[in-house]
Every structure is written in C-alpha cells, then in structure tokens.
C-alpha cells in the first residue's frame, strides 16, 4: 500500500458524513485529472450509515465506492470520535500517505485531523477559517482546532482569511480557492430531480405543489433544534401555522423523525399542509431547492446551496459560520422566532425575498483550483524532503 518514496504516497481523501461527500467528489475528480498528484485513496469513516444518508449519494455524486471504510456509525461525540482516530490509525500506517484531505467541521474532519498530526503528516483542510463563534456547538470546536493543526487550509470567502490571522495561523498556509459545494451543484444541477416526480414517489399528488405561492422547503437536524423537546414542539408548530399560507415539504434527517416520534409531536404536524418525506438524494434535495418560494433550514451547506441558486433562505440557527450568504447571498437568520419567520415568509410571498448574489469564485471551479495549488504544495515538500 504505502511506499517510502514521497512522490508514491498516496493522497488520503476523507469523508465521513453527507456535506463532505458533495466537497469532495469535484475535488477528487480535479486531483486524478491533474497528472501531478500521487494516486488519490478515499476513506470513509461510516459517520453517517444510514442508506438514504450515504450510499445513495455517492451514487447521486458520480463518486466510486470508497477504498477504505472505517464502519464507526453513531455515538456520542467523544465515543465517536475516539472509534474513528482508532480505526483510522492503522489505515494511515498502511498507506503512509502524502498528505491527508479533510473537508468540513464533523467529527471524522478533526479525528483523522489528530491522526495525521501525531503521525506528522500533513493536513489539508478544505473549507477552513469559517466561525459561528458559537463554542456550544460542536462543529465550532472541530473547526478551529484542525485549523490549528492543518499545514495548508483553502478557504471559501474571505471573512475566513481574516478569521485565520487572528487565530495565529501563518499567512502563507492559507489560500483563497472557492467553494467546492458550488462546483458539485453547478455540475449536476442539469440531473436535478423534479419535485412533482420527488412528490409522486413519496406518495403525495401533484397539486400538492400546485399553490399559488409554490411550496417552501424544510431541513431540520440540529441537536439543538431536535434534541429538545420544547424547540422541537415550538419549530413545527411554527411550520404548522406557516404551511397554512404555503404548503411544505419537509424531508427528515433520520435523527429528526425519531424525535417527533419519541416526543410524541407527530399530531403537531398531521393534518397541516406539510408533506413529511423521508430522507432525499442529492438530485431530489437539488430539485426541490431550485424549485422552492423560500428555503428553512439549520444546514450550513444548504445556506450556501439556495445562495448559488437565488432562493431565498431562512436559517433557523442565531449563528452561522456563513456569513457571506448573509452579506451577500440570499439568507437571513431567524433563530426560533416564530412571528419573524412568519413575516418574512410573508414578505417573501409578496415580492420573492432576498436574492442577493454569488460570491466571488463561487464560479464552479474551486476543485481545479485546489488541485493545481495542491500539486505544485506537494511536490514542493518532495523536493524539500530529499534535499
């Protein structure tokens, strides 16, 4: 597997859960493309296990079965992350890699992060320098500490450059790239699945889309919004009232649908106009974005995704670590603040909301652009390492 010559070692990809998948398929296709890159291995790390949360997507994505599969699944964080540095430590002996690639702010990022570090080998971290600067949640601690430890970090905006310097990292191992979660929406938004076919496979008629407003789209996985059974409550009582003036579709992450059935909330929502569905394919999510009035959710990802498509977002979070598609995207944050959501819905029925624009090399090139910098990185650090 691995070889003690530098220009062999492969280039150690990971993925771990849904978001990452959408980085780095444009990513690894850029790198094999390149001719300069080492051969590229991708593990993933079994973080997400579900079939409609993983299998399904590579599939949506054009990317190859993984090489590796580390097969962790759930568990608290500590557990969680501690079962990943486990497993991923043989995997690093075994193919003594160039470099490793994370992307992202889940636990398999700062894990297999930790991993390299004490291996001393270096990290990439895609996607770095974005802060919330909320420490209750967890991806903000995964954030910051593999940007602390990651000897080359390609950021998506230019906030998080600014973000970076003041956390001490040197300049010379940041660079601006763009964003690789536009470069797989650009790509396979002409594959994009129609939500009437989405609607009709879930069971749901036609004109259940048919209003006059359009319908809204809803995505909701937060532990802090599902976790709790009064924000639960107070979330889809809001959505209740809300899909009484546009109808909703609203596909559930496996950790919410559990809740509203563990909670006991599942009359909050029978009856209303919102069509539950299970868990979407990335053609079916990109459909039903594109076609959407107005766009809740607490993703991170899909407040970047309804930016680049022009929909207008709502984030049910009082953080994001986006704020580009605040200052110049399509997003607003609400937080849990039910007349503000209804108003803004509101005033988005009456004159289509916030628009905004795409930020700067958001342009669907950012892999190209990692893959040229990267192959120029390394073989830099090859010719070091034998000089």
């Not at 299970?278 to 076609?291: E, K, N, S």
């Amino acid at each position: 597997m691995g070889d003690s010559s530098p220009l062999l070692r492969p280039v150690l990809c990971v993925v771990g859960a849904r978001p990452n998948y959408m980085k780095m398929a444009p990513l690894m296709r850029a790198l094999t493309a390149t001719g300069r890159v080492p051969p590229v291995v991708l593990v993933h790390t079994g973080q997400h296990y579900d079939l409609e949360m993983n299998d399904r997507i590579f599939v949506d994505l054009q990317l190859a079965a993984p090489d590796v599969n580390l097969g962790v699944g759930s568990g608290t964080h500590a557990a969680q992350t501690a079962e990943i540095m486990a497993r991923f430590e043989p995997v690093m002996d075994a193919y003594r890699p160039s470099c490793v690639v994370v992307v992202g702010d889940v636990n398999s990022t700062f894990a297999c992060s930790l991993v390299a570090s004490k291996k001393q080998t270096p990290i990439v971290h895609v996607e770095a320098g974005l802060r919330s600067f909320d420490r209750t949640m967890p991806e903000e601690i995964n954030r910051v500490l593999t940007d602390q430890i990651a000897d080359l970090l390609y950021i998506t905006e230019r906030s998080a450059h600014a973000n970076l310097l003041r956390e001490g990292i040197a300049e010379e191992r940041i660079h601006f790239a763009g964003n690789l979660m536009i470069d797989s929406l650009r790509l396979h938004l002409p594959r994009a699945v129609s939500p009437t076919q989405t609607l009709s496979e879930a069971g749901f008629a036609e004109s259940f889309i048919r209003h006059a407003h359009g319908f809204g789209v809803v995505t909701l996985h937060r532990p802090a919004n599902v976790d709790e059974p009064d924000a639960l409550a107070a979330l889809l009582s809001t959505l209740r009232e809300l899909s009484r003036m546009l109808p909703l579709v609203c596909p559930l992450h496996p950790r919410t649908r559990d809740n509203i059935e563990r909670f006991g909330l599942a009359a909050v929502v029978d009856g209303a106009g919102i069509a539950l569905l299970p868990p979407q394919g990335y053609l079916q999510m990109l459909g039903l974005m594109g076609a959407a009035t107005v766009v809740l959710t607490d993703s991170g990802g899909i407040q970047e995704e309804t930016t680049a498509l022009g929909v207008p977002c709502l984030t049910l979070r009082e953080y994001t670590e986006r704020p580009i598609t605040i200052e110049q995207g399509t997003n607003t944050l609400v937080g849990h603040d039910r007349d503000r959501i209804l108003q803004l819905v509101e005033q988005i029925l009456l004159d289509g909301g916030k628009r905004g624009r795409v930020p700067e090399l958001w342009d669907g090139h950012a892999a190209g652009r990692i893959a040229d910098h990267l192959a120029v990185w390394l073989e830099h650090n090859r010719l070091k390492a034998m000089a």
